[in-house]
């Protein structure tokens, strides 16, 4: 896989240069769109790119917001004992594990574990995302806690949350979405449903879950049948939770901020680590745990919250939305020894070919070679029979020649459009379509229109 990255050398030659009426500007996405393109061709004149550019740019006094939140936020942990400092929380200590591992090779045993935790409900719907960093010696290491409201590039819908993306598109979208944001690549994802997780944690028995506020969660009621189910409010404190209870505490309260669900996120990995170091039953090997939640337990953890900004009003449940503080989230990841792309290309990712949800195959394509999609949406036509990657700046003719080997197709090309809202632009054309399943037939978009 070729890494796209700013540092190329320039190659020589002239490009070919882009007629601009190829080519439009959008924040559509490539999914079905009852305008038609009856508008004369056109580029979009330099008052339309900063209208679209101010349309992308998020509530940057969200900032303020964010601060008094997490300074509240911080000041509660602070009483409940969870020295939360800097969307840090403290390193908890654990004895190790007192079962044998498994016999396998040390290159086994050595390989990396950087783990995307999803824990959905029955509907597929996530109730929490966590990124599981182990130490390189599988003794502990690191949690960090995505929060459900982070607004990111999905590819053919544009910028959504990230607690919708799974009932938007193909059952990886989540997880290529994470991955295009963050410039990581995940060694293991694993979405654990409530009944996975119920039988995940059901070896080690009841967890003690110290609950920093009190919460409802359904228990079975004394009906004959079993099969009726009533809300009980527990906790705050030390309260014992079955582990066919446990996603309703994972699970987001509509009345609760994303800061109280995350430090009770954290409480019960606590206890899950804990009691999964001392308890293990005779004869559990690791093969029943994921590889990443035994290194956990082997040792220390420190839990972190993926840097994020308010850019909403809302604090309260699905109201929340965070734009994601790229620079402090790469160093993290990088810091944990998770690694993370950094200074990546940007690339606008346009449907060329008409064919609904096309994106969203080419992405994984594009985000291990260092690149980060930030808009997707129609061309102008449907008709590109050749994928193109086009650029304006000749100093970013380097990125978007590796682009196209990354690709293995397509035509490397220069557009007549002097400010681009990225560094390149990807047009998806039939030959790039073809290498990916037909899919049932659905109506045709239309293209997109161009803006007067």
Known sequence: MTSVTKSDSLSNGEPEVL????????????????????????????????????????????????????????IT????????????????????????????????????????????????????????????????????????????????????????????????????TVTNMLGVNFDAVDVVTPAQLSELVAPIGALSVDLPTSVEVPRKSSAPNGSERSGLRVGPGLTKINPDELFSLFAAASSESELDRIVRHQAIWEAWLAKAAKSAPAGVDAARFPAAIAALASGETAFHILPVESISGG??????????????????????????????????????????????????????????????????????????????????????????????LGEVVRSRVNAMLVDVMVVIGQDLAARFPTEPTVPTPAPARKRR
């Open 19 to 74: 007629d601009d009426a190829l080519i439009v500007f959008t924040d559509t996405d490539d999914v079905a769109n009852s305008d038609s393109g009856d508008d004369a061709d056109r580029s979009p004149t330099r008052r339309e790119l900063r209208r679209m550019r101010r349309r992308r740019r998020w509530g940057d006094r969200g900032l303020e917001l964010l601060v008094a939140l997490i300074g509240l936020g911080a």
């Open 77 to 176: 942990a602070g009483f409940l004992g969870y020295g939360l400092n800097d969307l840090t929380f403290g390193k908890k200590k654990v004895e190790p594990l007192n079962r044998t591992p498994p016999a396998e090779s040390s290159a086994v045993a050595l390989k990396p574990l950087l783990t995307l935790v999803v824990i959905e409900d029955g509907q597929g719907e996530p109730g929490a995302l966590s990124i599981i960093v182990p130490e390189s010696d599988r003794s502990g290491g690191d949690i960090v806690f995505v929060p459900l409201g982070i607004m990111a590039e999905v590819a053919s819908f544009g910028l959504r949350p990230i607690r919708e993306v799974p009932g938007l598109g193909n059952k990886n979208l989540l997880a290529e």
């Open 315 to 408: 604090t309260k449940g699905s109201d929340e939305l965070f734009r994601i503080r790229a620079k402090e989230a790469g160093e993290l990841l990088t810091k944990l020894g998770g690694g993370s792309a950094t200074d990546r290309i940007t690339v606008q990712l346009l449907n060329g070919t008409g064919r609904p949800g096309i994106s969203q195959h080419v992405l994984p394509l594009l985000a291990p070679a260092g690149v980060e999609v930030t808009l997707t949406g129609n061309a102008s036509r449907f008709d590109h029979q050749t994928t193109m990657v086009v650029y304006s700046d000749p100093k970013d003719r380097p990125a978007a020649e590796a682009l196209q080997k990354t690709l293995g």
